[in-house]
């Protein structure tokens, strides 16, 4: 399995990515995105004999505020989603991508790799991204439609 920054060509392969993503019914509130829409995002790739298997991708940004975990002018880089087929799952696909986003924050002078997980399967996710790739659990977003 090969793990990089995916190429121009193969974002409407993300995109379709995409759409199987948000019509799995895995997570609420996920929207499929369009091709254009990867463009200005720093995009990863998992392939397995060339067929993308899954993807992350993200943006840098810059701390405003004083934060428990970060400093004003903090470099940060937000994964803003990542997503694997499921016949890939638990064979650590999402590890080697998220791996490989965080080596490419830390190259660019990120302090911090920040994200907002989505899953109906909170525990799973919980499990995934502090037990097995040592984030810190900060807050939770709730929310209770009324």
């Not at 004083?66 to 994964?79: I, Q």
């Not at 990542?82 to 302090?111: D, H, S, T």
């Not at 899953?119 to 439609?145: E, R």
């Amino acid at each position: 399995m090969e793990v990089r920054i995916a190429k121009r060509g193969e974002l409407k392969e993300i995109a379709r990515l995409s759409e199987v993503f948000a019509s799995e019914g895995c997570c609420n509130n996920i929207y499929a995105d369009d091709e254009e829409y990867f463009i200005c995002k720093n995009t990863f790739v998992a392939l397995e004999n060339d067929e993308i298997i899954g993807y992350a991708y993200g943006i840098f940004g810059e701390e405003v505020y004083k934060r428990s975990y970060a400093m004003p002018k903090d470099v940060y880089f937000e994964l803003e989603e990542m997503y694997v087929l499921p016949q890939y799952r638990n064979k650590n696909v999402g590890q080697k991508l998220f791996c490989e986003v965080e080596n490419f924050a830390i190259k660019n002078g990120a302090k911090t790799l920040r994200l907002n997980a989505v899953s109906k399967n909170y525990k799973s996710l919980l499990n995934f991204y502090i037990d097995k790739l040592n984030m810190q659990f900060i807050s939770a977003f709730l929310v209770k439609k009324l």
